[in-house]
């Protein structure tokens, strides 16, 4: 009997041994989780807002402020949450957070009534901007760093993967009468974040002076400063940017308040975050512009590729999603090929290839006719699928080795602009972009329509003179895509361009040149 006992401990032990083992992998884990659970909700929200606002009986501009409102306060609070994450400990920042927006997320779907669905998402939206924050930090602080490039390479697949992969997930949601699916499949995410974070997150105890020296009018102007700028770059396309008083204000009142904030961290006896940590070393500052520039080419696949098809080839988001789920699988066979080379070669090279591959894709994209389908788009696709993830992973390795560990966290606090503000802005220049080719190009086209043609006249006899305007808009359309693409071909040759600025990398743990790390 008592060796039955002592078997048992035993037993006991060497578990909570092993498991004590994988902790800093199941942390991790939560945090990846969660980081992947705020890029899927985002998107998805964002795909099926013509069908919200059905199912919700809401107007265009309340669908239009329904997806402002599930985005844009993220940013209030996704400064601090690093600060908060380093005094109160990760377990503080992640436990309650997840439970909170698990129960949010399973009760959204039955809200009715614009003025709470609006607080529901602002909620929702002030819980998201925990998670993408504090993701590489909680990462990077649990794993010893001979798996640091793994770990991002598999944060980097939530930037482009998960965007494809949403496209038909969001679209068969709504096709099969599964919409509150929307919001569940981001409450079992955040479930599994939660267990994981509970059972592995160390408890810590609260570091009482870091709280009391924090600087919080500067946190307080900075989280405003970006809340605000996103604003109005998210309603920019739609109010017609600097036309509308809203959109106006918006990014005026927060860039004077970004200014501001700068100014007083340089005047500040106890700075939060200085801009002068991003000017400390070239090939930091470089990378970074290049990582914000690159957000053009990747819209040659999640955004032109999906809205040429609703556009021009009146397809529905997911009836192009099966071309986009053969490029996450590509995508994914990509992230261990990524570390290897960014590991083993110099990171330079890999963002030039990667930036290479992307730009010959987007070449292929240039010959876009009213023809395309979803097939046509697979080369423009799987190219792009092989070169961002190179591209993306050799700039953060850069920035990675240039970047002061003492400094880390005021880092991170200007990494929002980076992570949140130029994609937006991105999207929506691109999107404008696109508005204003197609009404150039139809009033060009128009030039070409007269009467006495036969064509014109076959047309006008068949259907009409809608026939004809529908006719041109289309070609109009075309053309506007093929200029988009033209745009993002030679903001990558840009791109490559900027990286013969870059100084090689010195010895570091983490990538060529590596050095041998010590053992965990």
């Known amino acids: 009997m008592l060796r039955k006992v002592i078997s048992v401990f035993a037993s006991i032990r060497e578990f909570s041994q092993r498991a004590a083992v994988m902790r800093p ?16 909700l985002l998107r998805a929200v964002t795909l099926s807002i013509a069908d919200l606002r059905g199912i919700y009986g809401l107007t265009y501009d309340e669908g239009a402020w329904l997806t ?25 920042i992640y436990v309650i957070p997840l439970f909170c927006l698990m129960l949010i997320l399973i009760f959204l779907p039955f809200a009715r009534g614009f003025p709470f669905l609006i607080a529901a998402h602002i909620l929702v939206s002030l819980f998201l901007g925990v998670f993408l924050t504090t993701a590489v930090t909680i990462m990077f602080r649990s794993l010893h760093p001979k798996w640091w490039m793994l770990a991002m390479a598999l944060y980097m697949f939530r930037a482009f993967g998960t965007p ?16 509150h699916w929307i919001y569940w499949h981001a409450a079992v995410l955040a479930g599994i974040a939660w267990i994981l974070s509970f059972f592995s997150m160390p408890r810590e105890l609260v570091n009482k002076p870091m709280l009391r020296a924090a600087d919080w009018g500067g946190i307080s102007m900075f989280g405003l400063a970006l809340m605000l700028i996103y604003a109005g770059i998210d309603q920019g396309n739609r109010l017609d940017w600097f036309q509308s008083g809203y959109v106006t204000s918006c990014i005026v009142g927060g860039l004077v308040l970004l200014v501001a904030f700068v100014i007083y961290e340089e005047i500040t006896p106890r700075p939060w975050a200085r801009i002068g940590v991003l000017f400390s070393k070239r090939n930091l500052w470089l990378a970074i512009v290049i990582n914000s520039v690159m957000a053009f080419t990747m819209l040659a696949d999640i ?11 009146k397809l529905k988001y997911y009836q192009s999603g099966e071309v986009l789920i053969v490029v996450v699988a590509l995508q994914i066979v990509m992230v261990p090929i990524c570390v290897f080379m960014v590991q083993n070669l110099d990171p330079r090279l890999s963002v030039i290839l990667g930036l290479s591959i992307v730009a010959i894709g987007i070449l292929y994209g240039t010959q876009i006719t009213h023809d395309w389908v979803d097939a046509n788009f697979l080369p423009v696709a799987v190219m792009i699928a092989i070169g961002y993830p190179l591209a993306f992973l050799g700039c953060f390795a850069i920035s990675l080795v240039a970047n002061d560990p003492k400094r880390a966290l005021e880092f991170t606090t200007y990494i929002q602009i980076v992570r949140v503000l130029f994609p937006a802005l991105c999207s929506q220049i691109m999107t404008t972009y696109i508005r204003v080719q197609e009404q150039v190009h ?5 030039e070409f329509i007269s009467n006495g043609r036969r064509a014109v006249s076959d047309i006008v006899a068949s259907k009409g003179l809608a026939g004809v305007s529908a006719l041109v808009q289309r070609e109009a359309y075309v053309l506007a895509y093929a200029d988009a693409y033209w745009f993002c071909f030679w903001i990558a040759v840009l791109c490559i361009l900027l990286c013969f600025f870059l100084k090689a990398s010195p010895p570091n743990p983490f990538v060529y040149p590596r050095i041998k790390l010590p053992p965990q």
């Open 25 to 40: 992998f199941m942390a991790s884990a939560a945090a990846l989780v969660a980081a992947f659970m705020t890029t899927s």
């Open 68 to 92: 402002s409102a599930i985005s844009v306060p993220q940013l209030l609070v996704a400064p601090v949450v690093p600060y908060l994450s380093a005094a109160l400990g990760p377990r503080r």
């Open 164 to 179: 494809n992969f949403d496209v038909q997930m969001a679209g068969n949601y709504i096709e099969y009468d599964n919409w």
């Open 303 to 313: 955004l032109l590729i999906p809205n040429f098809l609703l556009t021009v080839s």
């Open 442 to 446: 139809s009033s060009y086209l128009m």
